[in-house]
């Protein structure tokens, strides 16, 4: 169940709006005139992020020019699979932020950060097949959005010493946030600035965390953008995104007001719908471009029932071992088949926008070549899939020639004699696989002067490939299972438990 959002007090109620301004103005001030640690300044697009960086930005403007010394780093991670109506709102507002910033003298740089090639969501789920993220298996989050921007603070740290990360957390936005702030603030070791939990040598600055969302409404409506923006299209965008259509501001304590919205990944199963995009698309006619992709997380997000995405998924894990539940094999990774339909689902996307989008995404690129390149090394290198489809894929779904580069020919086979191995192989498609990771590996280890890893890579071959099917597959899972129970309970007969500690279980198991 959601945590349920505290209700607060509006931040202004104590001495106004203007003195209560004022006051966090001055506060900034001394934090930042107080040492020589650079700030680090996250910047989502959304509404507190927003505020946070007005707030630092107009007391930045109100320092004399010889004080503004310490840099200010403006950060942005863009996962690749952003909202795009966000994405191009966070990108043209970097771009202003950095032209404003030279213009008014500001040390204050901004910077988008994306995650590695290797790392991105569609390099993982169309590359590798990791299934769509769930609850249990939420590989997206650290990849996509955490790492881009430790990498960067900790590049900071490293040439600084030490870093203040400014956010736009508040404790209203969830019980179970505000519960975290305030552990942290218990163990602040100087005034505002609580300890980084998972980065040494920084520390956090969260000024409009007791601010409520109409605080942070009438503070963007009262104090205009500072690198010219309008934060009346900001308004406009969560009213986009709202179910019904309406964003009011403060009325009273009962009316609800647009902070609700929520804007992120696009493909994101993780929550039952993507209501903002929902919304947006319902809201407003010129936005229906965007239907392509709402289609898509729909049919990446598996029904909710016990075989749910089954069909489309390996009976063995990435390593060849299966693994059972209620006697059933753990789905695996995708199977070359669903990796190549989600990949022209993909494409089919990409390019229904272009043709059908307004002028601003004409060149959208859902899925970079970057990333196109990367899917292409993990099918032959990683997968083995020696074929090398992914330039025919593209061609067949796209019209156009494929812009990527040729690969090595020591590791492509060509299609004639990969046609004539199927045949060969019937309609044993795991004898296919084996022989195919087969020659893949002999390819690649024959141009070796030292072959060395070659025993281990057949090995590994054989390991993932030598069952007969699923079912015969299955039951040496089921076997392999009851012979561990079993030398389990005889361990446990044999040796007394002071005798007989786990660990020597696991041994007398082995």
């Known amino acids: 169940m959601a945590s349920k959002k505290p209700q607060r007090n509006s931040a202004f109620s104590a ?19 107080s040492d020589e640690i650079p700030w680090v300044v996250g910047y989502s697009g959304g509404k507190d992020s927003t505020a946070v960086l007005q707030l630092v930005w107009l007391t930045l403007a109100d320092l004399p020019k010889n ?21 191009l709102w966070v990108s043209k507002s970097l771009d202003r932020m950095s032209q404003q910033a030279a213009n008014q003298g500001l040390p204050l740089t901004a910077h988008k950060l994306t995650p590695a090639p290797e790392n991105t969501f569609w390099v993982n789920l169309i590359g590798r097949g990791y299934p769509a993220p769930r609850p249990k298996f939420r590989w ?11 990498q960067f603070i900790n590049s900071v740290v ?25 552990r942290f603030e218990q163990k602040r070791v100087r005034n505002r600035l609580s300890p980084n939990g998972s980065l040494p040598n920084s520390y956090v600055y969260s000024p409009i965390e007791d601010w409520s969302n109409d605080d942070v409404w009438l503070f963007l409506m009262q104090v205009g953008n500072p690198w010219g923006y309008n934060n ?25 007001s647009c902070g609700d919205s929520r804007f992120g990944c696009w493909v994101c199963t993780l929550v039952e719908k993507d209501k903002s995009m929902h919304a947006m698309i319902q809201n407003d006619e010129e936005k229906e471009w965007m239907l392509p992709l709402l289609e898509l997380r729909n049919r990446l997000d598996p029904p909710k029932t016990p075989d749910g ?17 209620n006697d059933r094999p753990i789905p695996g990774p995708y199977k070359q088949k669903a990796r190549e339909m989600w990949l022209r689902q993909v494409l089919e996307a990409q390019q229904h926008i272009r043709e059908n989008g307004p002028d601003e995404v004409r060149d959208i690129e859902l899925i970079t070549l970057e990333e196109l390149e990367e899917i292409r ?13 992914l330039p025919r894929v593209y061609e067949d779904t796209t019209g156009n020639r494929y812009p990527g580069g040729s690969l090595d ?15 060969l192989c019937s309609s044993d498609e795991l004898h296919f696989q084996l022989v195919r990771e087969l020659l893949s590996i002999e390819k690649r280890h024959k141009s070796m002067l030292r072959r060395a890893g070659l025993y281990d890579a057949l090995e590994s071959s054989f390991y993932r490939n030598f069952y007969e099917d699923e079912g015969d597959a299955v039951q040496r899972a089921r076997v392999r299972r009851d012979a561990l129970g079993e030398a389990r309970e005889r361990a446990k007969d044999e040796l007394t438990p002071v005798e007989a500690p786990s660990s020597l279980f696991d041994e007398a198991c082995k």
């Open 409 to 423: 020919d020591n590791l492509v086979i060509g299609a004639m004699e990969m046609e004539l191995l199927r045949e």
């Open 232 to 256: 009346k299209d900001l308004l406009t965008m969560y009213q986009g995104a709202s179910a019904d259509g309406e964003c009011p501001l403060v009325v009273d304590t009962t009316t609800p």
């Open 158 to 182: 490293q040439k600084h010493g030490e870093a203040i990360l400014v956010l736009g957390t508040r404790k209203a936005e969830s019980a179970a946030r505000a519960k975290v702030m305030e």
């Open 140 to 150: 997206c989050t650290e990849r996509l959005k955490i790492n881009p921007s430790t």
């Open 67 to 87: 004080k503004r010394s310490k840099p200010v780093y403006v950060i942005s991670t863009d996962t690749l699979v952003e909202n795009p109506v966000v994405s």
């Open 15 to 33: 001495v106004g709006f203007k003195k209560t301004i004022e006051a966090l103005k001055q506060e900034i001030v001394d934090l930042y005139l």
């Open 377 to 389: 090394r993990v099918w032959v290198v990683e997968k083995h899939e020696i074929e090398d489809d």
């Open 309 to 325: 995405d089954r069909p489309l998924r390996d009976f063995r894990r990435m390593n060849g071992a299966v693994q059972l539940y």
